[in-house]
């Protein structure tokens, strides 16, 4: 039993300094550039002879990010939030996490804003979290790196717009984000997160063809920030 409650208090204390970290830096922005590979098996056609009916093969489908970003443009433009039904060449996706609840946008090549599409999209992961690496209680920063294992779960999902593509999946596995934060000199210093889903699986519909989903997805990024007095 002893050992049992040193363990939690010894938790309790590094947790209070991880949250301790995020209100010492809550005046930086994070802008993650987000990454999903994903290939999409959709049910195959069903035809009947007589009393005997047959499942076709499922029809594979790839989502990348491509896709994915065309399937956007078309949403916002039918939900009245983008002029145009195709994003221009260069375009990403970003998380900016800095804010509650975090915001996702769709970027030029220049990181200028072309449209927010967290009507359709969403991330989240566990309140389960295992943390792995060393923290600095007097910076605020990670001595150098700290890792944290948890489950990160995507969805998308633009059934509330009307004459949207009809698209709706989640998509979920085990995954690693790592933050690394270099020495401060004079002040500054530069955190680099890669956040990582190596293989992940889910579910959804497909203008009314249901599939299955296998991939992955990541988010990094890599600032300099100034460190707070």
């Known amino acids: 039993m002893k050992l049992k409650i040193k363990i939690i208090a010894g938790l309790f204390v590094f ?16 802008t993650n550039l987000v990454t999903i590979t994903a290939t999409m098996e959709l049910q ?36 009245g939030d983008y002029v145009g039904t195709a994003f221009p060449s260069g375009a990403k996706l970003v998380d900016i996490d800095s804010t509650n609840p975090p915001d996702y946008q769709v970027l030029d090549e ?27 209680t007097s910076t605020g920063l990670n001595d150098p790196t700290l890792t944290t294992k948890h489950i990160n779960r995507y969805t998308y999902d633009d059934s509330a717009i009307s004459g949207g593509v009809g698209l ?21 210093y530069t955190e680099n997160k890669v956040s990582k889903t190596p293989s992940a699986a889910g579910q959804g519909n497909y203008q009314g063809t249901a599939f299955i989903i296998t ?10 920030f100034t460190l707070t007095p």
């Open 15 to 30: 947790m209070l300094s991880v949250l301790a970290a995020g209100n010492l830096q809550a005046q930086n922005t994070y």
């Open 44 to 79: 195959g056609n069903y035809t009947e002879n007589g009393a005997v009916e047959t499942a076709a093969p499922p029809m594979s489908e790839a989502l990348g990010m491509k896709q994915l970003l065309g399937i956007m443009a078309v949403d916002e433009h039918a939900a």
């Open 110 to 136: 220049n990181n200028n804003f072309i449209v927010d599409v967290t009507n359709v999209l969403s991330i989240a992961h566990s309140t389960n979290e295992i943390y792995i690496g060393k923290y600095n």
């Open 168 to 188: 709706c999946f989640t998509l979920q596995g085990q995954g690693t984000l790592t933050i690394t934060d270099t020495t401060p000199k004079n002040g500054v």
């Open 215 to 224: 991939g992955s997805m990541t988010q990094t990024r890599n600032n300099k």
